[in-house]
C-alpha cells in the first residue's frame, strides 16, 4: 500500500489508520494482560465493567471518526476504542487510550448491543404485502420476526432470500427447510424455506470465540411472490457490493423502522463488538468482529433501529449500493455486518 510521509501539518490517512490497526490491537492485548485483577468470564463483564480496571473496560475497537460535542468531525479518523463505561476510564487514561504510533485513539462509550429479532407478530405487521420485496417483515417458522434484507443469486441461478441467522434459523436452531413466510410462515404466506446459515459461535468455558456474520439464505420457493431489485420505501438501490468507510452516509429499511434516511458509519472494522442474542432475563453473549458501526449524526442522536428491524441491508445513500447486514442496536448505535464478507460465505450477490 503506498503511504506518503507525514509532517506535523499532514493528517494521517485512512490507509494509515488501517495498516496500524492489527498492531495496536496487539498491543492492547499485551497492556490488558499486565494490568488485568481479578479475572471475570466475557459474560460477565458488562456488568461489572464498573469495577473493572480501565484496560479491561475496553471491549471493542476499530477505525472511526473522532466525536466532538457529539458530532462526528469528517475525515477526522481515529483509532477508536469503546468502552463499557467510559466515567471509569477517570483522569488515569493509560496512554494507549490516547495516541498509538503517532494516530490519535478516541475512546467511546459502548453499552452490550441487543440482537433486533422481535418476538412474535405486532399487530402493525401482520399485514401480507405483495410483491415481496427487501425491507419487508418475515419469519421463521418456529423463529422470531425480522427484515427481509434483499434477495440474491447464486452461480446456478437459484434465487434466496437473505437475513440473518438469528431470525430465518433462530441463532441456529432451526434446521434446513424450515418455511419462511411473510409476513408469518402459515401456509399462505411462506415463499421460501432456510437453505443455509453460518452458524454463530458462542464462549468456550468463558473465552470469546469471534463471528464475523449472523448471516442465513432462504430459497425462494415461489418465484410469483417476489420482486428483486427493489427495497421497500427506498427510491434509490442498486445492486452490487461496496465497502463502508467512516463517515458515509447510509440509508436502510426496517420492518418496524421503516426507511431511515438520515444515519451515518461511525466505525468500521469494528472488532470484538459485545452482542446478547438472548434477553436480558437469560442473555446469550457472544462477540462479532469487522463489524459497521452506524449512529445518528449529532448529539443523543436518537434510536438508529429497532427490534424487528435485524437482516435489513444497509446501504450507501449517494448510490443505493449495499454495504452491509443490520443485526444488533442498543437502540442508539447499531450494527451490520459486512456484506462482502456475507455473500463471500454463502457465494452470492445481490439482485
Known amino acids: ?22 498492531a ?19 459474560q460477565q463483564r458488562g456488568a461489572f465493567a464498573t469495577a473493572l480496571n480501565p484496560l479491561e473496560n475496553v ?15 469528517p475525515e477526522e479518523y481515529v483509532l477508536k476504542v469503546f468502552v463499557f463505561h467510559k466515567a471509569k476510564l477517570g483522569t488515569n487514561t493509560p496512554k494507549l487510550l ?11 462509550e459502548l453499552p452490550v448491543q441487543r440482537a433486533l429479532s422481535f418476538a412474535g407478530l405486532a399487530p402493525s405487521l401482520t399485514t401480507r404485502v405483495r410483491p415481496i420485496v427487501g425491507g419487508m417483515p418475515v419469519t421463521a417458522q418456529g423463529g422470531n420476526l425480522g427484515t427481509i434484507g434483499c434477495f440474491v443469486r447464486n452461480a446456478q441461478n437459484q434465487i434466496f432470500a437473505l437475513g440473518n441467522n438469528h431470525v430465518f434459523a433462530d441463532i441456529n436452531r432451526l434446521p434446513r427447510g424450515t418455511p419462511v413466510g411473510q409476513p408469518n410462515p402459515s401456509a399462505n404466506d411462506v415463499f421460501a424455506t432456510l437453505w443455509d446459515f453460518e452458524p454463530i459461535r458462542f464462549p468456550n468455558n468463558g473465552v470469546p470465540v469471534l463471528n464475523h456474520i449472523d448471516a ?3 430459497k425462494v420457493s415461489n418465484l410469483a411472490l417476489v420482486t428483486a431489485g427493489k427495497i421497500n420505501d427506498v427510491s434509490l438501490y442498486r445492486p452490487g457490493i461496496k465497502s463502508a468507510f467512516p463517515g458515509m452516509p ?3 429499511s426496517g420492518a418496524v423502522s421503516g426507511a431511515v434516511i438520515d444515519a451515518a458509519v461511525s466505525t468500521v472494522h469494528g472488532g470484538a463488538i459485545s452482542v446478547n442474542l438472548g434477553s436480558l432475563q437469560s442473555p446469550l453473549f457472544v462477540q462479532f468482529d469487522n463489524c459497521i458501526h452506524i449512529r445518528r449524526p449529532g448529539p443523543g442522536g436518537g434510536p438508529v433501529a429497532k427490534p424487528g428491524d435485524s437482516g435489513a441491508l444497509v446501504l450507501e445513500k449517494s448510490t443505493g449500493i449495499p454495504v452491509g447486514l443490520l443485526f444488533a442496536s442498543d437502540l442508539q448505535s447499531t450494527f451490520a455486518c459486512d456484506i462482502a464478507t456475507v455473500c463471500q460465505r454463502f457465494q452470492v450477490q445481490p439482485i
Not at 66 to 71: A, N, P, S, T, V
Not at 98 to 108: C, N, Q, T
Request: aromatic share 10%; no cysteine.
Open 216 to 218: 442465513a439464505v432462504a
Open 24 to 42: 495496536f490491537r496487539a498491543a492492547l492485548a499485551v497492556e490488558q494482560d499486565k494490568h488485568r485483577g481479578v479475572w471475570l468470564p466475557f
Open 250 to 252: 447510509v440509508v436502510f
Open 1 to 22: 500500500m503506498t503511504r506518503r510521509s507525514r509532517t506535523k501539518k499532514t493528517a494521517p490517512l485512512y490507509s494509515d489508520f488501517v495498516d496500524a490497526l492489527p
Open 59 to 73: 471491549h471493542a475497537t476499530g477505525i472511526g471518526l473522532r466525536e466532538k460535542r457529539g458530532h462526528l468531525v
Open 98 to 108: 490516547k495516541s498509538f504510533a503517532g494516530l490519535p485513539v478516541d475512546v467511546e
